[in-house]
């Protein structure tokens, strides 16, 4: 009887175990969305993407202001202990020159890597999933445009138990789901598209939403303002309510120039999102601005 319920017990605990790591283990994106980020991306496109997700203010190769040579290596400071982001150029070594458009879209979307290992979220594919299958094939095709640039980024120094890859499964158990991602069309009005910009490559609440102690944004109250990574500061709330003093015009202008009504300017890590912005067609700011003026957390969002 003892030996029967110990027996039990141990099944149990295995049977979870198993199921645990069944359902922590990197998922990569379905065939129909590796087939359509594989058709030629058009890399004219691809530039207005790459400044609308701000890909060089993570991977520009530290100490230089080219905004294209993607060497990576700078220090991210996290709650968690530091990211240095890797290479991706179009170095074939050191980058990701070599890799297919499968391996690019699975990390942007899925956050898994080529040896499909799970992601850090401390890169903000969360974000990026939510970028249409051609959004993310032109910017693939962009950055195979920019420089190949030599050399990898030093390792990351995380604390433990962040520094086990695998635990991101649990994270993202919690966190993230591929399939949220709305599929946006072509032709969308100014306010969904300022939805998917804001939501999918602007990735604006990777910082002005706030998280909770494991790291996962707040829905409720997203785009309120939230605490920054490296521990000093605050970002603004940005929803409606935050911007009630603001036209859309002032947010707009604000957010190709920096330059606030009040007469301020916009600094800390924004001033690298204003820096990408500004290379952006105005109708994107204006729909961004659109879409920021109506937004009330838990309106539909
Ligand atoms: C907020 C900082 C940040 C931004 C912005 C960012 N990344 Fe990253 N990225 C990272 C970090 C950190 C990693 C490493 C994640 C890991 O080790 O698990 C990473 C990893 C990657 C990888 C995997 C590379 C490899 O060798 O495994 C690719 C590809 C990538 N990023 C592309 C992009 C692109 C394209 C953009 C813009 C659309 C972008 N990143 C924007 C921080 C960022
Ligand atoms: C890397 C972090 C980061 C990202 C990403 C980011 N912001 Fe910000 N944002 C900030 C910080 C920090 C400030 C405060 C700057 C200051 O006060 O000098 C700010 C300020 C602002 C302001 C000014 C609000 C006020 O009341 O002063 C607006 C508007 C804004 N951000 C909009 C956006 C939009 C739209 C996006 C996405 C396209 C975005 N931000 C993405 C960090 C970020």
């Not at 997203?222 to 920054?228: C, E, K, V, W």
């Not at 009040?262 to 800390?268: A, I, K, N, V, Y």
Request: proline fraction near 10%.
């Amino acid at each position: 009887m003892k030996t029967a319920l110990a027996l039990g017990g141990v099944l149990v605990v295995a049977a979870v175990a198993a199921a645990s790591w069944v359902l922590t283990a990197p998922r990569p994106l379905d065939a129909a969305t590796i087939r359509a980020v594989s058709e030629p991306g058009d890399p004219a496109s691809g530039r207005v993407v790459y400044f609308l997700a701000g890909c060089d203010s993570c991977h520009m190769s530290p100490g230089q202001s080219d905004p294209l040579r993607l060497g990576g290596g700078q220090e991210l400071k996290t709650p968690f202990g530091s990211f240095f982001p890797p290479n991706i150029s179009s170095d074939r070594a050191d980058g990701i020159g070599a890799w297919s458009a499968a391996d690019f879209a699975n990390a942007l979307m899925a956050g898994v890597g080529p040896r499909e290992q799970h992601l850090y979220p401390a890169f903000p594919y969360p974000s990026y999933a939510r970028m249409s299958e051609k959004d993310v094939r032109d910017l693939f095709a962009f950055l195979k445009t920019a420089p190949p640039v030599a050399g990898r980024a030093p390792p990351d120094k995380l604390g433990f138990p962040f520094s086990i890859r695998r635990a991101v499964g649990f994270w993202k158990l919690l966190y993230f789901s591929a399939d949220r991602r709305p599929r946006p069309t072509d032709t969308v009005d100014i306010e969904a598209r300022g939805r998917y910009l804001v939501e999918g490559p602007g990735h604006c609440g990777e910082c002005h939403t706030p998280r909770t102690v494991l790291g996962g944004p707040i829905a409720a109250r997203a785009l309120t303002g939230a605490p920054l990574p490296e521990g000093k500061g605050k970002t603004p709330n940005i929803t409606a309510a935050g911007l009630s003093d603001w036209s859309e015009d002032d947010i707009a202008y604000a957010l190709s120039t920096g330059l606030t009504p009040s007469g301020d300017s916009l600094g800390g890590p924004m001033a690298a999102v204003v820096r990408n912005l500004a290379q952006v067609p105005q109708a994107d700011l204006a729909a961004i601005a659109r879409y920021l003026k109506t937004f009330t957390p838990g309106g539909g969002a």
